[in-house]
């Protein structure tokens, strides 16, 4: 199995340098675009890697459907539908999607920026301090790493020149939904997407989605079968940004993609997978990473199409 | 399992009546609120079937999937997605995805009315009628019956009425991507969604496509395993038009919704499903198909997250 | 007056090759894009010339003023107004001003190709061969000029490539605003945009709105002040497509452009302006005929602001 | 003269009840819709007026082309061309103006909010309090009226609800299209739509704009004319919202509605109006005064068309 992750590898590492580091804040244009790893954990908990797998970048959008798993967690199915959709917009992440129309929750989901900053105000806690540290708690359990942490340079980075992601939050301000202050919020939120993770991290989160709820090994359930199914079935529509239905065909399987060059894929009851690469392409996935899924996808036949 | 599916479908009857049918021609208008019914063929070829499931009613968009095989198995995946796109657009089905940028091929999906008269150009054949006639017998083929035939009524009030996909085709001939005679294309399309059919039919079909590409019980392979992965992976991410994040995360399989009140669901390695209610939501799937398919779902963990 | 004119065509002549001329039918394409004329109607009915203003080339856009006033002319403010609105819509010409919104008309104006085909249906007569003919009748009445007739190559081009004007035919059609033959009423517009004009002709038509609806020298009234006084406004507003309030800012008077390079300018009570010259900028408007019009303007305070 | 004005506002008071007054904040929902007034300043100076012209209600988005101006005079027309565009947008007044593609300058004029907060940033000024008081000089220079002063309960009210003007400042500073911190520069915004003025103050300030920069009585000019022609151009194609097309017909002057009720009209040479009556019609004008303004029109022959 190391050698079909390495000879896969082998194969995407011509994309490398084909993609590009996110710019937009200078911590993740930082990004050795010569990075690549991946970390699977298969369904009796065995470990495989090849790679930089022992790489450190920030979760970026990855955190999206952790943060989703905790405001299911906290608020329940109803509760969650009724104030974020789960529809594809069709649009880049960062969209606002309002011009001259109102602003419905039907118009945003859980995986773009504004269903994600949407999500922080609904973690239960009774500051964004306390929300902030409960999502850590959730990231650190699934991962089963005690050690994850906040890079404070990308956090502050971001905090900085978050002004699209400000426009976005004082965009649900002004209809309606978002009650508390726009900076906490935001604060929340750009913490959220600073989580410093590995390969083995996104794995080992991507492996308790697969097996709906359980961890490895100990299969202590985290929680119940039907959040995962949820969370799974939005990563399938929304997790790849408009590139979601490209993905579904050449790869087939639940995943979530961040501008730090993360990708945590999803094969339910059979793997959890993180990988990594820090070339993106024009609709800010890992390119040379999304090549290694779609041939580790072929080779095993992971879809679950 | 037959007492299961009648016990589903008097669930979802009160729902029945919360749909309208399709108001456009009134051929589709004519249709009875009061039918529900179901059919089931499971992966050793078994069949059970409750409610109105002999009834007749056309096609329309459920054509789509089979469309798109058609196209697949003349041209090859490649050649195809780069005349169609694979995103879900965010948008209904009859939508006019240009304002006053480029059309591109990655602006349409094989889902939408514009991709799907796109769609019928690739079709081979010497010319429309030989080509419709070919996605009839594919589809003859799939349901393992001969006899499915036009329903020429609801065509020809098609043809007459049909000015808003006139005007698809016309957009799609402005830029570039339709060559053929606009309303020679429009004559097939017009007449593949008149093709009529019974939940029975939509089963058979729907199981082709779960066991990815073999009858039932002979396991002849009429297309290649990758086709069904193709087709499936477009369903669950656009086959329910704007609903269908919402049907991904209630129900969890691929699936294709009609105008005429028919959903074909694949379940796939387990399941063929074919159901039929002419009561329409706001997005254009049967109200109560869908909840009956929700709990369908439920009762035998379907969802494939 | 003529040395005026002759010094500020000498100005402009620098920027006739920066246009290009319309390229969408062949015919067009042929422009020469070294034309520049002008031809000036002052308010005592003198007139001034200079350039190439004996050309001959297709009225295109510029026809539809005339229509507009002979839509209100056949119907009334009232009437027309409730059919067609009179907003600029921020978008291009041949733009389709609708996705997923119904279409009404209020998001049409008579200056767009959507808003001119639907006039095409207002004008009064037993069949479009009459309609047409009635608004050659008005043109050749307004430009005092009764050989002003039809460019056939021009008129068989368009009709053969018009396949977007197809589309935006169909698509008012499928909303209930155009009952009659979407062909008949096309060729209708395709022959309206094939009128072979000169400078001198549009000079002719735009002294008439000017004078708010008389003929000059005779002073025999066309039609009643308050229809020039609608269709100046309109143009103002939105006869210089997407770049009218660009226009009003540098130029100030009412204008319309066609993509055969032609503008006609009014300014009221002063003069009528027409003017030549097949290189377009961008937006579909003369280049060289944009500027010899600012420059016009600044020498000789035609801006009605 | 001013029975006449007397007898428009009688026809014009059946609508006054018609509209609503602005609803955003408390303190503009507390608009007496019974108000209705005009004032009048004719080419010789004389003054006129009739009802409610003694009320003060808030300048709102009448301030803007005082603003305008104002960052004309400081940069000069090239300057603030490159920042700010003149056309249509075809959306509403807070309308957000990107969706998934760039914000560019001439996506915005300074007729909507995005275009008016972006002007902030351009008044000459150490801090925004300077950049605030040159505008509230300006603007009493222009009435001849040193008491106009801010309403204090009506900025605070702005500041503390302007959501979505923050929402609009922060895409453009996300843009690039804005330096200053957001706070600051709508500080300055909120007190400029919250400066109080009558109907006799708006009357002065159209009255120097239809003078083309001339102070009436005094003959003194504030501006020169080519920036009243710039502004007055800029009012024709954007002041009235997405209404401007339809006032350009029925009205056929310059003017800019606030939605404090306020509108002020210029009669290119002729004459200055103020007028108010807070009652709104849907796009934001005040509909009795809107009514009042075209009677005058037709009566007086005031379209400059």
Redesign the interface.
């Known amino acids: 199995m190391e050698a079909l992750l390495e000879e896969i590898l082998d194969n995407a590492s011509q994309y490398k340098k084909l993609g590009k580091p996110a710019s937009y804040i200078p911590e993740l244009a930082k990004g050795d675009v010569n990075d690549l790893g991946i970390y699977v954990i298969s369904s009796n908990g065995q470990a495989f890697r090849a790679g930089d797998y022992k790489k450190q970048f920030t979760i970026q959008s990855v955190v999206k459907p952790i943060l989703l798993l905790l405001v299911l967690m906290d608020n329940g199915i109803d509760e969650v539908r009724s104030r974020i959709?789960?529809?594809?917009?069709?649009?880049?992440f960062d969209?606002?999607?309002?011009?001259?129309q109102t602003l419905l929750s039907q118009h945003i989901?859980p995986m773009v920026n504004m269903g994600a900053i949407a999500m922080c105000s609904l973690i239960k806690g009774k500051d964004y301090n306390e929300r902030f540290e409960r999502l850590l708690e959730l990231t650190r359990k699934l991962a089963g790493n005690p050690n994850i942490h906040l890079d404070e340079a990308v956090y502050l980075s971001e905090k900085r020149t978050g002004?699209?992601n400000?426009?976005?939050?004082?965009?649900l301000?002004?209809y309606g939904m978002l009650d508390d202050d726009?900076e906490d919020v935001l604060d929340c939120y750009f913490k959220a997407c600073s989580i410093s993770v590995t390969c083995k991290d996104l794995a080992r989160i991507a492996y308790v989605f697969a097996s709906r709820g359980k961890l490895p090994i100990s299969d202590e359930r985290v929680f119940p079968a039907e959040l995962?199914?949820?969370v799974?079935?939005?990563l399938?529509?929304?997790g790849m940004y408009?590139?979601?239905?490209?993905f579904?065909?050449r790869v087939?399987v639940?995943a979530k993609s961040g501008v730090g060059g993360g990708i945590m894929a999803v094969v339910?009851t059979r793997m959890g997978i993180g990988i990594f690469s820090p070339g993106l392409d024009e609709k800010g996935n890992s390119l040379a990473g999304t090549k290694a899924l779609e041939e580790l996808s072929h080779r095993m036949y992971l879809?679950?199409?």
């Open positions: 959709g789960v529809e594809a917009t069709g649009k880049p969209a606002i999607n309002v011009t001259d989901n002004n699209k400000r426009a976005l939050a004082f965009m301000k002004s726009v995962a199914r949820f799974n079935a939005v399938v529509t929304c408009d590139g979601s239905g490209d579904a065909v087939g639940p339910p879809s679950i199409f």
